[in-house]
């Protein structure tokens, strides 16, 4: 089965610092790479996905790039402010069926 | 609200009690999936139904737990015999999955979660 691995699992930087969280996967049939954002107490939210056909995607202060044959993807945040503060999570799947999770990175941005 | 609504929010059993949980999915999504999540960890996936019908289960989907959605809307996640093992979060997310397979890519979207916990 497809197996999904993110880093770093906690990362803590300072108020408009970068933050990088890279995903790798195993399964080359995967075309579909979302980041979800966990708040504590509430579901995952869909923050910004990308195609297997687009090498990177930005959207504000948040940013995928995707390197297909290597087999991963990462989570860009720039300029970062406390209300980023959460659980990050990676879930490539196969377009049209199941996610599969890594386990998370927790961020924490300190003021 | 127009998002994915679960209930209860919360819901404390003891060992051995069945329990039910719902969800209601965004209106006019035709896929309905459910995971589940313990502390510290990412969502597992359970099972997902295209419209009533259920396609796929995984292997954690144990015979004490049945999954329906009779009228593709709205599901039920049923635990029966429930043991301490099954305490976590329940989630539960819908798509737009067009039938001739070209429009947008699954895009989840997902409930507040039903926490779990059996004394």
């Known amino acids: 089965g497809e197996n999904v691995e993110q880093h770093p699992s906690t990362l803590s930087v300072q108020e408009g610092d970068s933050a990088v969280i890279k995903c790798t996967y195993s399964d080359s049939a995967s075309n579909y790479f979302p980041w979800y954002k966990q708040e504590l107490g509430k579901g995952p939210q869909l923050i910004i996905d990308?195609?297997?056909?687009?090498g990177e995607k930005k959207d504000q202060r948040i940013a995928v790039t995707l390197n297909k044959t290597a087999k991963h993807f990462s989570l860009h945040i720039t300029e970062t402010q406390p209300e980023d503060s959460a659980v990050y999570f990676c879930a490539p799947g196969g377009g049209y069926n199941k996610l599969i999770f890594g386990a998370g990175t927790r961020l924490a941005v300190h003021p | 609200d127009t998002g994915v609504s679960q209930d209860p929010r919360h819901k404390i059993t003891k060992r051995g009690q069945n329990v039910t949980f719902r969800c209601d999915p965004i209106s006019e999504h035709n896929r309905l999936y459910w995971y589940r999540q313990t502390l510290g960890q990412g969502p597992e996936f359970l099972t997902y139904?295209?419209?009533?019908?259920?396609?796929?289960k995984s292997r954690l989907l144990s015979d004490r737990f049945s999954a329906e959605r009779p009228k593709g809307s709205f599901s039920t996640l049923e635990i029966q015999r429930t043991e301490q093992g099954d305490s976590a979060m329940y989630l539960c997310?819908?798509?737009?999955?067009?039938?001739?397979?070209?429009?947008?890519?699954?895009?989840?979207?997902f409930g507040p979660g039903t926490r779990l916990t059996v004394l």
């Open positions: 990308i195609r297997s056909n687009v």
């Open positions: 997310a819908s798509s737009l999955v067009g039938l001739a397979g070209g429009s947008s890519y699954n895009e989840q979207f």
């Open positions: 139904f295209q419209n009533e019908a259920q396609l796929e």
